[in-house]
């Protein structure tokens, strides 16, 4: 099975900080990461699929990147409702595996 | 709009069974996959099974595999996830989630393809408890 590793676990970030999370498989993936947005107690959200494609409506301040096994997601600038816990997921093959998540906090 | 809404979640013993509902509306159901995707109190995402958009088909994650089982009423615009031999560990809210990868009547079949493995939408979730 394939093994996701997200970091950092949490971060502490001010509104228009630049904001960058990795995560790394334990094998080839190629392409097939997707990263989601959870709010404290809400579902989770689609942001990025196939590494790097922007999901409909999502802010333009939302950007992936990455091939292989090494991928990021990157918030060029924080907003107030930016803040919220990242998961990353590979979609290469099954069964489907996520990161543990990196929460995002108010510094 | 697009919306799933699930159900039939609640508080059951040990080693007893539980089925959850996922109804879905805002979208063909019949062409697409469909996803169940849990977490525990705390804790991370965990997905647990998937079925393909004519149910044919499905996968499951190493924990749940040989008891829960995945399917879907067509007719209906519903997925299910049945659950036998519950464990404490089953504990979670469970979410279903629509695959983002369209099947037409005949796409997905010349293609092999029949998942994309991403979600593109949850629902809000429905608890379960596994306690004596």
């Not at chain 1, 080839?28 to 790097?52: D, F, R, V």
Request: charged share 15%.
């Amino acid at each position: 099975d394939i093994q996701m590793t997200q970091s950092p676990s949490s971060l502490s970030a001010s509104v228009g900080d630049r904001v960058t999370i990795t995560c790394r498989a334990n094998q080839n993936i190629k392409h097939n990461l997707n990263w989601y947005q959870q709010e404290t107690g809400k579902a989770p959200k689609l942001l990025i699929y196939g590494a790097s494609s922007l999901q409909s409506g999502v802010p333009s301040r939302f950007s992936g990147s990455g091939s292989g096994a090494d991928f990021s997601l990157t918030i060029s600038s924080l907003q107030i409702e930016d803040f919220a816990t990242y998961f990353c997921q590979q979609s290469y093959t099954s069964p489907l595996s996520f990161g543990a998540g990196t929460k995002v906090e108010i510094k | 709009q697009v919306q799933l809404v699930e159900s039939g979640g609640g508080l059951v013993q040990p080693g007893r069974s539980l089925r959850l509902s996922c109804a879905a509306s805002g979208f063909t159901f019949s062409y697409y996959g469909m996803h169940w995707v849990r977490q525990a109190p705390g804790r991370g995402l965990e997905w647990v099974a998937i079925t393909s958009y004519h149910g044919s088909y499905e996968q499951y994650g190493d924990s749940v595999k040989g008891r829960f089982t995945i399917s879907r009423d067509n007719s209906k615009n519903i997925l299910y996830l049945q659950m036998n031999s519950l464990r404490a560990e089953d504990t979670a809210v469970y979410y279903c989630a629509k695959d983002r990868l369209y099947c037409s009547r005949t796409s997905c079949l010349e293609s092999g393809v029949y998942y994309s493995y991403t979600m593109d939408v949850w629902g809000q979730g429905t608890t379960v408890t596994v306690s004596s």
